[in-house]
């Protein structure tokens, strides 16, 4: 079977490891993770709290601080340029133009002195050759473009007058300013209401139609994986264990921990039984396991699980999961013999 038609790369991550040297010993937040994203795509990076989701975002924009570190070897390769090997200044010009990233939480992200309008403008001005006054309509205008009502009043309010769904919107505004080709969200809708939260999906899907702009999604939230992504990394103990289109995952999980996470959402036909749960917890990043990290919870362990990482197998076409269970089924190594 062909390959389909992907539209071209964007970003290429190879072998991503990010360490924490700590007193109590080294913590492998990300342990060799490997993904690649293209142009005018949403890719969904999924899993629970403690991943490395949020890890993998900032070792992009290089904003992984002591005691973290990368480690030599990894490459986060963009625009045919590693981004890791890549000198504080250069790397100053791609972040907030080329690759823009929403924080968490955006009262904790935006300065609380400063009015929401300095604050858009900031990035205009030290990416681009305007006056204040145009970087101020600029602001004016992407505030326009996300939703906000009076945005020209807004521009002189302080993060604190501002609802949690509008500064979310300043978040976006702000990210998006410089009209960046890559826009990290890590987890957009956490704190918001249920209303807010899809008025939030639905401005970014919008507004990736109009500007062509990728955007790689950080969440726990199954439910908006399957409405905004095109393509899902299952993460789990720094390990992308599972990856695959959306509609792929969600027909045809193969990975123990991805089809435990989808036995987890809740369901109109639960006729009032209890949620599935997936015992026990993600293993601490100081004592990992020697072989599969996701052992000691999976239903199927064996004992090469135990010992041994699992293959990278290939179940079809951009499906790959990291499993003893599908080696059998592995199309790479069907095409080897």
């Not at 389909?4 to 492998?28: A, C, E, M, P, Q």
């Not at 249920?194 to 990736?208: G, H, R, Y």
């Amino acid at each position: 079977m062909a390959e389909l038609v992907r539209n071209k790369k964007l970003l290429d991550v190879k072998d991503l490891k990010v360490y924490f040297y700590t007193d109590k010993g080294t913590s492998k937040a990300v342990d060799g993770n490997s993904f690649r994203m293209y142009e005018n795509e949403t890719l969904a990076i999924v899993g629970e709290s403690g991943c490395g989701k949020s890890v993998t975002a900032m070792s992009i924009l290089g904003l992984v601080d002591k005691p973290g570190k990368i480690v030599e070897g990894s490459q986060i390769e963009y625009d045919g340029k590693n981004l890791v090997t890549m000198k504080e200044d250069e790397l100053r010009k791609v972040r907030g133009n080329e690759i823009s990233m929403i924080f968490q939480e955006p009262m904790t992200s935006l300065n609380p002195v400063f009015k929401i309008g300095k604050q858009i403008t900031e990035t205009i001005l030290l990416h681009e050759d305007v006056t204040k006054e145009e970087a101020m309509k600029r602001a004016v205008d992407m505030l326009g473009l996300v939703g906000i009502s009076r945005p020209e009043k807004v521009v002189n309010d302080y993060p604190h007058q501002l609802s949690g769904g509008m500064r979310q919107r300043v978040m976006i505004a702000m990210a998006l300013a410089c009209d960046p080709k890559l826009l990290i969200a890590d987890e957009p809708t956490t704190a918001l209401d249920v209303t807010i939260q899809a008025q939030i999906l639905s401005l970014m899907n919008d507004l990736k139609k109009k500007t062509g702009t990728s955007i790689m999604l950080i969440t726990h939230d199954l439910g908006v994986v399957a409405q905004m992504a095109d393509n899902v990394n299952v993460m789990y103990a720094g390990k992308v264990v599972e990856t695959a289109p959306v509609k792929e995952l969600f027909n045809n999980p193969k990975h123990p921990y991805t089809k435990g996470l989808m036995q987890s959402m809740p369901s109109l036909n639960m006729d009032g039984n209890r949620l599935n749960t997936i015992e026990g917890n993600v293993p601490n990043a100081l004592y990992l396991p020697k072989g599969c990290y996701f052992a000691d919870r999976c239903p199927h362990v064996m004992d090469k699980c135990r010992e041994n990482q699992p293959p990278t197998c290939k179940i079809k076409s951009r499906h790959h999961v990291s499993c003893f269970l599908y080696e059998d089924e592995d199309l790479n190594k069907k095409e080897v013999e």
